[in-house]
């Protein structure tokens, strides 16, 4: 089962009302010869005679004879809401390429919600059917604004339940109350793939996981932590050592930020990856970083760390630094010729370096190269979960608190470390 077919059957009410839904019916099913290879759903306004939420009425039930599955007629309060119902469908069968039947109007506004609800890892396809008939002109709406639609959905996707808890901030007693932060876990969003579910903080254009999706739940993350979204700045990655001071103009992909603006709320992505906070208690400068392997040996760290004392005059006895939830040595292993420059920052950063894929730690070669920069020693810490006796934290191994690139493969979800100045 690889593709699906959408008919718009939305309609302005008047007098044209129930005439206009039978024609787009009896037009489908004309077209495709009352036979859909593929399955077939129909959209259809909440208050329409069609039928009801349990099934069509009868009259028009007799329309579908002749497809090979029944198909199914989605009643919902708004597009959103029927668009959202058909995206889990679609996604429950691991379905991405899809056919819209609509109107010339109708199309413009199904692009719209495709653009917020949807990546491009799904195939859209529209066929223009409905501009014949004879109510187009005067009783088929316009279409909404990408701003009424992006409204439309956000409210809807407010309401959406929770799944797998509670969102939950995990907290380092090393920084500063002058400080906020946090380290987001998977816990309280609304993502419903299962590895993405649920607090997914990042839209990958080749995932499912659409940005209002991602927005919603980073709107809950901030009420949960304190911040509001438009505070929030998120790393660009490329898994390279360039930092982005902000005030200057920013590059095109970052994986260090610093600054000293008050209020402003700046983030590193993880899911295996180290999200890194830095803060500077005296000078009143914070930092982060994205830090995957490659990242670790090209000093990315160490470059944010710079990047504090250079523009903003810290200094790095003062600096503190917390290292996010990432893959441990457990779980993590590397070719062995990129595990041997891991072990020239120190032999205990590998195990068993003679084996072809040497287990390697990225944490600990993370610590040994900020104290070699000037980190106090007592100055660094891995987060931790309260109450857990498991202290090395691997994102790999928790799969009920934390996204892992190691474990779940291409389409993994996001967690996040933040940090402002208050």
């Not at 009801?52 to 039930?61: A, C, I, N, W």
């Not at 660009?236 to 402003?264: I, R």
Request: hydrophobic share 35%.
């Amino acid at each position: 089962m690889t593709a699906v077919t959408l008919v718009d059957l939305t309609h302005v009410r008047s007098s044209h009302y129930d005439t206009c839904v039978k024609e787009r019916i009896s037009e489908f099913c004309a077209s495709s010869g009352n036979g859909s290879p593929e399955p077939v759903f129909f959209i259809a306004d909440p208050e329409s005679s069609v039928g009801t939420d349990r099934s069509p009425s009868s009259s028009l039930q007799e329309m579908f004879i002749g497809f090979r599955d029944s198909p199914q007629i989605l009643y919902k309060s708004s597009l959103s809401a029927a668009l959202y119902s058909f995206k889990q469908a679609i996604d429950k069968e691991d379905i991405s390429k899809v056919k819209i039947v609509t109107s010339s109007r109708g199309r413009g506004l199904f692009q719209v919600y495709q653009e917020l609800l949807f990546t491009s890892a799904y195939e859209f396809e529209y066929s223009v059917m409905f501009d014949s008939l004879s109510c187009e002109c005067e009783c088929c709406p316009s279409g909404q604004s990408t701003a009424d639609a992006a409204r439309e959905l956000s409210t809807f996707l407010q309401h959406r339940p929770a799944l797998r808890g509670d969102v939950t901030v995990l907290r380092s007693p090393f920084i500063s109350d002058c400080f906020g932060h946090g380290f987001s876990t998977r816990t309280g969003g609304i993502s419903y793939i299962s590895t993405l579910s649920s607090l997914n903080l990042f839209c990958n254009p080749r995932r499912k996981d659409s940005r209002a999706v991602v927005a919603e739940n980073l709107r809950r993350l901030g009420l949960q932590a304190g911040f509001h979204p438009k505070q929030f700045n998120l790393i660009k990655c490329n898994h390279a050592s360039d930092v982005w001071v902000m005030g200057k103009p920013a590059p095109d992909s970052y994986d260090a930020m610093v600054t000293n603006q008050v209020g402003v709320v700046i983030a590193a992505p993880g899911a295996d990856c180290m999200p890194l906070l830095f803060t500077d208690p005296v000078a009143k400068v914070i930092g982060v970083a994205h830090a995957g392997w490659k990242g670790t040996l090209m000093g990315v760290a160490i470059a944010t760390v710079n990047a504090m004392v250079s523009e903003f005059g810290s200094r790095p006895e003062d600096i503190v630094c917390v290292i996010g939830p990432s893959v441990g040595p457990c779980c993590f292993t590397l070719e062995q010729g990129s595990a041997r420059e891991f072990h020239s920052i120190h032999p205990d950063c590998v195990r068993h370096i003679d084996s072809s894929r040497p287990y390697v730690d990225i944490r600990l070669a993370t610590r040994v190269l900020l104290e070699r920069g000037g980190i106090k020693p007592e100055h660094m810490e891995d987060i931790r979960v309260p109450h857990k006796a498991d202290s090395t934290l691997c994102t790999s191994c928790c799969p009920e608190l934390f996204f892992s690139h190691v474990r779940d493969g291409l389409n993994f979800g996001t967690q996040i470390g933040f940090v402002w100045i208050k």
